[in-house]
């Protein structure tokens, strides 16, 4: 059974650094195909894509957000993990960390999400 | 950048079809997924690859795409299928691209 929990801190100040950690499970980041990414939704709005890493390590990012993203993945503890730098009230939001085979297959799998919200 | 668009809101009678619209530029030569969000839950994957069905997913959702449009299908629609819908490509560029979503109302 594949799972994908995010944790982090719910709260950070604008211009702050936040950093966000998916563990998976049921699968492996360096032997199976897979894809992991991460999705944004603000409150009471849409999803919205931010990066991804794939199994050979390759990674993209969302283009209007690449200056501020970092993607990487640690396998020796399942993790895959985001930096977003200066973050602002506008980044506030529930943050998932998502799986699918390749970067172009649909998210089949996906953590419960964490809130985060930016104070100023 | 590749942009995708969706009705904000649809709504439908109790055993009736329900029609989801996910509107793009040639959208009928990208795979198109939909994905289904209930409230305070993290979204489904309903129909993937414009017409593909995940195990689990009741056969009454389907999905077509074709031209500038795709459309997810919602046969007999039910109190439960009540929910925000999002339709998904992947662009060129390397961005995701998520359409702003759709409210479904079960009148």
């Known amino acids: 059974q594949v799972t994908l929990k995010e944790s982090g801190p719910s709260q950070v100040k604008s211009t702050q650094t936040l950093t966000l950690t998916c563990t998976v499970s049921g699968f492996s980041l360096t032997r199976d195909a897979a894809c992991v990414s991460w999705v944004r939704q603000p409150p009471g709005k849409g999803l919205e894509?931010?990066?991804?890493?794939?199994?050979?390590?390759?990674k993209k990012y969302r283009t209007s957000l690449r200056t501020r993203l970092t993607i990487s993945k640690d396998t020796s503890k399942s993790q895959v993990v985001l930096t977003?730098?200066?973050?602002?009230?506008?980044d506030t939001g529930?943050?998932?960390?998502?799986?699918?085979?390749?970067?172009?297959?649909?998210?089949?799998s996906w953590g419960q999400g964490l809130l985060v919200t930016v104070s100023s | 950048s590749y942009v995708l668009t969706q009705p904000p809101s649809v709504s439908v009678p109790p055993g009736?079809?329900?029609?989801?619209?996910?509107?793009?530029?040639?959208i009928g030569s990208r795979n198109v997924h939909w994905y289904q969000q209930k409230p305070g839950?993290?979204?489904?994957?309903?129909?993937?690859?414009?017409?593909?069905r995940p195990s689990g997913i009741p056969e009454r959702f389907s999905g077509s795409n074709s031209g500038d449009t795709a459309t997810l299908t919602i046969s007999r629609v039910e109190a439960g299928d009540e929910a925000d819908y999002y339709?998904?490509?992947?662009?060129?560029?390397?961005?995701?691209?998520?359409?702003?979503?759709?409210?479904?109302?079960?009148?």
């Open chain 2, 16 to 26: 009736q079809t329900a029609r989801i619209t996910c509107g793009g530029k040639n």
């Open chain 2, 87 to 107: 339709c998904q490509v992947w662009d060129i560029s390397g961005d995701q691209v998520f359409g702003g979503g759709t409210k479904l109302t079960v009148l």
């Open chain 1, 84 to 90: 977003v730098t200066n973050m602002n009230p506008g």
């Open chain 2, 41 to 52: 839950q993290a979204p489904v994957v309903v129909v993937h690859d414009d017409s593909d």
């Open chain 1, 94 to 108: 529930t943050y998932y960390c998502v799986r699918g085979d390749t970067r172009f297959s649909a998210y089949d």
């Open chain 1, 49 to 58: 894509w931010l990066a991804l890493i794939e199994r050979d390590d390759v």
